[in-house]
Nanobody
Framework: QVQLVESGGGLVQAGGSLRLSCAAS????????MAWWRQAPGKQRELVAL???????NYADSVKGRFTISRDNAKNTVYLQMNSLKPEDTAVYYC????????WGQGTQVTVSS
């Protein structure tokens, strides 16, 4: 019954910015973790950033200082502001929510051209 709907992916030039959004709907426990993962062709899926209900965050070393994760707890919505994008950021980005269960979004393509 829980669904994650992503938006905001697209094509940008190196150095540009994108903002991803993911809205969760359904019966969601109030204490939870939301995150963004990404997977490039031929690569393993990797954790990009996560944020807990209380606001604590963690980032992959490769995106620290460039990406910012945030959330609106009332809306169960998570955002990923991506600045100074690099070609190596090109991947399918997946929204993730874990409360008593784990849920995944459908993925949204981010392509950074050089």
């Amino acid at each position: 019954q829980v669904q994650l709907v992503e938006s905001g992916g697209g094509l940008v030039q190196a150095g540009g910015s994108l903002r991803l959004s993911c809205a969760a709907s359904g019966s969601i426990f109030s204490i939870n973790v939301m995150a963004w993962w990404r997977q490039a062709p031929g690569k393993q899926r990797e954790l990009v950033a996560l944020i807990a209900t209380g606001g604590s965050t963690n980032y992959a070393d490769s995106v620290k200082g460039r990406f910012t994760i945030s959330r609106d707890n009332a809306k169960n919505t998570v955002y990923l502001q991506m600045n100074s994008l690099k070609p190596e950021d090109t991947a399918v980005y997946y929204c993730y929510l874990r409360d008593r269960n784990v849920y995944w979004g459908q993925g949204t393509q981010v392509t950074v051209s050089s």
